[in-house]
Structures are given as structure tokens and as C-alpha cells.
């Protein structure tokens, strides 16, 4: 199981480091183009159409994904009900988006935008719910190649509006919003026909018992997916409507460094979408999981440190380079938020092992106490500190939460804390931060030496064995 792992984690990563970085780098692009107060209006309506998302997905996705990967009989039974669900949710999540809009005074522009954001998250909703059959089926690849497709032909669309002759000097965010529309569109489509394909004919009759049923089942899902909704989207709209005078800029500076966070958190995202259904099926089969967790704990949050201690002396250069219009408060919100990385990738791997585990119950609670946090230390920050407050604020709730969930797994599931995984841990970053402020007495160039940093910090980390070159290679080459 732990080789199935590692060969499918394998072609996802490649699959991802061939298509997401452009990606980012055209929405880059789109920002530099609209300017930081333009996207910052986008951004704070972007998270707000993500707080009320939950309730197209009631914690369907994941339940869905764990229940196939236990029985795909599961897949037969309740596809046709879930998708009828999903139909009535999305009527219901447009209408408390848009009252809820009006209610926080959205301009007319940004109403406009939310209304097109509203199909939006639909759509990725059901791309989504189509995905986690496909994962529970343990069709890896090509769940694999669909969380690329949009982003690739989102890439495609936008490739042509920002740089194509006679579309760049009147493109404008509307332009963004109706391109993530196409891409979603085409490859929910796509995603749709792959489910068919692979589980044979099914007839779409809606059992309304068996509906009533899976809302009581996905409840426990769906507080956890409310719960952290609210605590990774709602200091963003926070920054835009707290801030009267500097509000859309500063959501601007907070989507520009967020987005390098969302960018570095692929991979955890990546690991936790592969790591739900295995860890899943090797719990229902009581084996062992302790391998497969410290392995990726050893190898997420140990790059994850690497990352956050490099990104301390090289924030400006990077921020520089990105962004036309950035300044040294942009690289400074960047080195504090950054900080958050390692917090985020433990709870992408210890909040998979316990929602894996079905211990909803302890997960519901870390998250409503963090999100509370969160929204408690936004409403106090973010007036004195903007943007750099919110960063504050995210850095506080995700060391509280990933601590929470490290001695609840350990607690709950009987797993041995992986003190020694911690203290290699610990050497690593001391030698990265000793190398990184050796290297600001070199005069070459940065990019030069940013790439020998991550070659040498690669390396130490093998040294140190948080990385095992000996263990991947034997995880791949082992037999299932």
C-alpha cells in the first residue's frame, strides 16, 4: 500500500510541477495587470463565495471519497442520490451567497463578480464530488491528470487574453472569472464521463431515503469543512471590509503572498488527496499506517521548514521579481507568513490520518476552537497591523491546530510519537538558517545562490535522514 502511495504521489507531483506553475504564474500576471487594488477587490469576493461552500458539499467529498475506498459497492448505491443532493445544495448555497453579499455591502462590481463566482464553485464542487468516486476507486491517475485539466486549460485561456493581440489592453478581472468558468466546465465534463467509464452503467434514480440518510452522515463532514472554510478564507474579505481607506490594497498585498502559501501547499494538498483513501483502506484492514505517516511527515514538514527559513533572506528578491508593483512591506508580509507552512502541511497530514480514522468528533472541535482563534485575533490585528495582522493571526491558528492534531492522532490511533523524526527535524533547520545567513556575505547573484541553498538544504535533509533516498526507492521497488 505504502508503494502504491509513493508511485501515484510520484506521478501527481510531476503532473502538477509540469502544469500548476504556470498556472500561478499567468494569475500572477493577471494581478500585475489589474493592479493590487483591483485584485484585491477580487480577492476579498473570491474567499467570501468560499465561505458559504460548504453547503454545496455538506462533507459529501470526503465521506464520499472514505466510503468507496472502503466498499466501492458504496459508488453503486448512493451515486444517484448524492448527485441529486448536490443539485438541491447548489440552489441553496447561491441564494445565502448572494443575500449574504448584499448583507456585507458589496460594491455593484463585486456583486457581478460573486454571481459568476457562485457557478463557479458549483462546478468545482461537482468536479470535486466526481473526483473523490474516482480516488475511492483508487483510479489515481486519472484523478491524477483531472486536478490538473482545469488548471492546464485555464492556463491555455489565459495565455490568449493577457498576451494575444488585441485582448490585453482590455482585459479585466471579469475576464479571469469567465476563463476559471470555461476550464471548470470542460473538465467537470470530463470527470463526469471518466466516473461512467469506469464504474459501468448506473441508473440515476433518487432515493430520497437514502438522501436523508447521507445529510445525516455527512454532518459531522460538514461542520469540519465549515470550520475550516471560515479559518483559511475569511481574513482576506476581513482585510478588504475592516480597512475602509486602505482595504482593497492591502487584500491586494495578502492575495499576492497567500498565493506563493497556496502555491507551496500543492504538494501537502496533493498528499492529503491520496492519502485519505489509503489510509482509509489500511485502517478498515488494521494495518499498520505508522510507515506511511512518518514517512510523509518526515518528508512534507521537513521541506515545508526548508522553505519558511530560506524564504526569511530571499522574500524581497522573490517578491521583486513577481510583482511590478510591490514594495518592502509586500516581502515582509511574505517572511511572516510563511512561517504557517509547516503548521499547514502537519494538518494536511495528521487532520487526513484522524478524518481517515473517522474521529470527526476531536477534528470538529480542534477546528471551531481554531476558527474562533482565527477570527478573534483578525478582529484584533488586522485594524493595527493590517495585512502583516492577518498574517499573525494565520500563523497562531495553524501552530495551534497542528499541534492538536499531532497528540490526538498519537493519543487516539496508538502511534508513537516520532520523537526522533522531531530532533532531525530541529538540526536541519539550524543548519539551513547557518547556511543562509553565511551566504548573505557572498556577492553573487540570488538566484544563484537561492538554488545552491535548496541543493545543500536537500542534501542536508537526506543527511539527516527527514529525507530517505534508501526508503523511497525501496518503497517504490517493494511488491504490493
Not at 483531472?146 to 493577457?162: E, H, Q, R, T, W
Not at 530571499?314 to 521583486?320: H, L, N, Q, R, S
Not at 538554488?451 to 527527514?466: K, M, N, P, T, Y
Request: proline share 2%.
Amino acid at each position: 500500500m505504502t508503494r502504491n502511495f509513493v508511485v501515484n504521489l510520484a506521478f501527481l507531483l510531476l503532473l502538477n510541477l509540469l502544469v500548476k506553475p504556470i498556472s500561478i504564474l499567468l494569475d500572477i500576471q493577471v494581478q500585475n495587470t489589474v493592479g493590487p487594488e483591483e485584485y484585491g477587490l477580487f480577492f476579498a469576493v473570491f474567499n467570501f463565495s468560499y465561505l458559504f461552500q460548504v453547503f454545496l458539499d455538506l462533507g459529501i467529498n470526503n465521506y464520499n471519497n472514505r466510503s468507496v475506498a472502503q466498499d466501492e459497492g458504496h459508488l453503486y448505491r448512493y451515486l444517484p442520490a448524492l448527485f441529486s443532493l448536490k443539485i438541491m445544495l447548489a440552489v441553496g448555497y447561491g441564494i445565502l451567497s448572494y443575500v449574504g453579499g448584499e448583507v456585507v455591502g458589496f460594491s455593484d462590481h463585486q456583486m457581478y463578480l460573486l454571481g459568476w463566482l457562485i457557478v463557479n464553485q458549483f462546478l468545482l464542487s461537482m468536479l470535486l464530488f466526481l473526483r473523490s468516486n474516482l480516488s475511492g476507486m483508487h483510479h489515481f491517475r486519472m484523478d491524477s491528470m483531472l486536478s490538473v485539466m482545469d488548471k492546464f486549460l485555464l492556463g491555455i485561456i489565459l495565455a490568449v487574453l493577457l498576451f494575444g493581440a488585441g485582448f490585453k489592453s482590455d482585459f479585466n478581472i471579469a475576464w479571469f472569472v469567465y476563463a476559471q468558468t470555461a476550464s471548470i466546465s470542460v473538465t467537470a465534463l470530463l470527470a463526469g464521463a471518466a466516473v461512467l467509464y469506469y464504474s459501468g452503467e448506473i441508473k440515476f434514480k433518487s432515493d430520497w431515503r437514502s438522501i436523508g440518510k447521507m445529510l445525516k452522515e455527512t454532518f459531522p463532514y460538514a461542520l469540519f469543512g465549515i470550520f475550516m472554510t471560515v479559518y483559511y478564507r475569511l481574513d482576506g474579505v476581513m482585510i478588504e471590509r475592516m480597512l475602509p481607506d486602505t482595504g482593497a490594497y492591502q487584500a491586494g498585498v495578502y492575495a499576492a503572498c497567500y498565493r506563493l502559501l497556496d502555491a507551496a501547499n500543492i504538494i501537502g494538498l496533493l498528499f492529503a488527496g491520496l492519502l485519505l483513501p489509503i489510509f482509509s483502506r489500511m485502517l478498515a484492514k488494521n494495518e499498520n499506517t505508522g510507515e506511511l505517516l512518518s514517512f510523509s511527515f518526515r518528508a512534507l514538514v521537513g521541506g515545508a521548514f526548508i522553505v519558511a527559513i530560506l524564504l526569511q533572506f530571499f522574500a524581497a528578491p522573490i517578491i521583486d521579481a513577481l510583482y511590478t508593483q510591490s514594495n518592502p512591506y509586500w516581502a515582509q508580509v511574505l517572511k511572516v507568513l510563511f512561517w504557517a507552512f509547516p503548521g499547514v502541511s502537519v494538518v494536511y497530514i495528521y487532520g487526513t490520518v484522524l478524518l481517515a480514522a473517522g474521529k470527526l468528533r476531536i477534528i470538529n472541535i480542534i477546528t471551531f476552537a481554531t476558527m474562533v482563534l482565527n477570527i478573534g485575533l483578525n478582529l484584533y490585528l488586522i485594524p493595527q497591523w493590517e495585512a502583516l495582522g492577518a498574517t499573525g493571526a494565520t500563523i497562531a491558528t495553524q501552530v495551534i491546530a497542528s499541534l492538536s492534531m499531532i497528540y490526538f492522532a498519537h493519543r487516539q490511533l496508538a502511534i508513537q510519537f516520532p520523537v526522533l523524526d522531531v530532533a532531525r527535524m530541529a538540526l536541519l533547520c539550524a543548519g539551513v538558517f547557518l547556511l543562509s545567513l553565511g551566504s548573505t556575505h557572498i556577492g553573487i547573484d540570488w538566484k544563484i545562490k537561492l538554488a545552491l541553498l535548496s541543493i545543500i538544504g536537500a542534501a542536508l535533509a537526506f543527511l539527516l535522514r527527514v529525507f530517505e533516498w534508501r526508503m523511497l526507492v525501496g518503497l517504490v521497488l517493494r511488491k504490493g
